[in-house]
């Protein structure tokens, strides 16, 4: 890895590019520390403290403390993260978003367009839906003004770093939204050793204190070790050119593969279905009111900080929910970036075949196949690594805000960059059959 870093900063345009993404992590983290005007951040400190509402602790995670802060990136970069899941689920029910999706360029543009509006929207409700919730509790001086002044800081803190996540893309290395989730993960980690070790370590003998730190270890590591094994996995399908005259010489005839990776749709699943269950406990916890009967049993089941905990075995329920929505969000993110059919024209066009497989419809019922079972092996690898922390949490009340969906991210995210610097660094260093 730093070889890799090291020779990257040896070309200038690399270099360039990871300085402009090293500048826009600095600015994300400078907003994360600016207070909205007019708010009272102790007192938004303190209600989540005392809040065993796990919406909140997914949101500070990934606002990387800015959310218990209310600064002008609260909001962080979720608002985007959900307006895609619906952008992506309407292409199924409208069919003209559908053919939106399948004019090439010019109608993911679009699409972009539509997710950006849907973004700005929903980060206006959920601005507007904390003021109204909180009310005099969180504004200082309740008036029209200062409503106006942190519903329009909150909205455009969230549209700023969609901007942020976009210009990454284009000028910077890697995935901008993801690297503005890995930054804030990556900020919260030393709040959570040291959370770690007043409950763990603190006050207790040596042999207790080096046995805990021993057992953290391990599973920070275990966990590291299955993300690190689900992203390198692949399966490799074997394809076969055949041999055909162009002009006077016979070309062709060669084997290659394709990679079909296990993990398929990446951190994608893990990060849409936490947001999706956390959601509704926002806004509960937005609207100021604690539901009582069904309505707060259900709302308890959908918070991952009561799944195993001895005491309320009921709760634990909610965890059939999200392993159900991340094998979901698996398919149906791979369905939208894997098409076999296309797949499978590209190789009868160029006169490849799998060996044993007709071209055509058969090779495309094949992909199909080998697919669905990949897909499932890698959701459930995923939805494995994602409840490791969750059972600790509930059985032994290690709150960390850290878990299985953030060293996913962190993970994946850092490889994936890697990958992106060293496919750049082969474009500008390629010889060829020149130096042959």
């Not at 199924?92 to 950006?116: C, F, S, V, W, Y």
């Not at 002044?149 to 210009?167: H, N, P, R």
């Not at 539901?291 to 259900?298: M, T």
């Amino acid at each position: 890895m730093f070889k890799t870093l090291r020779d990257a900063f040896k070309i200038k345009e690399v270099r360039h590019r990871i300085f402009y993404v090293l500048f826009a992590l600095v600015v994300i983290r400078v907003g994360s520390q600016i207070p909205v005007p007019g708010v009272d951040t102790s007192f938004f400190s303190n209600y989540f403290n005392n809040s065993s509402n796990d919406a909140f602790t997914f949101l500070n995670a990934f606002t990387g403390g800015g959310f218990t802060n209310i600064s002008i990136f609260a909001l962080s970069i979720t608002p985007y993260i959900t307006s895609s899941i619906i952008s992506q689920l309407l292409t199924i029910a409208i069919p003209k978003l559908e053919e939106m999706q399948k004019d090439g360029e010019e109608g993911r543009k679009k699409l972009t367009a539509i997710t950006r509006y849907l973004t700005v929207g929903l980060s206006l409700f959920e601005s507007i839906a904390m003021c109204i919730g909180f009310g005099n509790k969180l504004i200082l001086e309740l008036n029209a003004v200062n409503v106006i002044v942190v519903v329009a800081s909150l909205t455009a803190g969230s549209a700023f770093l969609m901007w942020i996540g976009e210009q990454i893309n284009d000028k910077g290395v890697g995935n901008g939204i993801s690297m503005v989730l890995l930054i804030n993960i990556l900020s919260r980690i030393p709040v959570d050793m040291i959370t770690l070790f007043e409950n763990f370590v603190k006050g207790k003998t040596i042999a207790k204190a080096t046995v805990a730190w021993i057992v953290i270890a391990v599973i920070i590591l275990a966990v590291t070790i299955l993300v690190l094994i689900l992203n390198g996995a692949e399966r490799r399908i074997p394809v076969q050119y055949s041999k055909k005259m162009v002009g006077r010489k016979m070309v062709g005839g060669q084997s290659s593969h394709i990679p079909l990776k296990v993990n398929t749709a990446g951190v994608i699943p893990i990060i849409f279905a936490s947001s999706i269950m956390s959601f509704p406990g926002i806004i509960v916890a937005f609207t100021g009111k604690t539901p009582g009967g069904w309505g707060g049993k259900i709302i308890n089941m959908l918070s991952s900080s009561n799944w195993f905990k001895p005491s309320d075995w009921f709760s634990s329920i909610g965890l059939i929910l999200y392993v159900v929505l991340v094998i979901f969000f698996a398919y149906f993110y791979t369905s939208i970036t894997f098409n076999p059919i296309e797949v499978a024209d590209n190789m009868k066009k160029q006169g490849g075949f799998i060996p044993g497989i007709r071209p055509g419809k058969a090779t495309v019922d094949f992909l199909n196949s080998v697919l669905k079972y990949i897909i499932f092996i890698g959701a459930a690898g995923l939805t494995i690594v994602a409840v490791i922390p969750f059972f600790f949490n509930g059985m032994f009340s290690a709150e960390v805000s850290f878990g299985g969906t953030s060293l996913i991210i962190i993970v994946s995210v850092i490889l994936e960059t890697l990958k992106q610097v060293e496919s750049m660094m082969l474009v500008r260093n390629y010889k060829g059959f020149l130096n042959d």
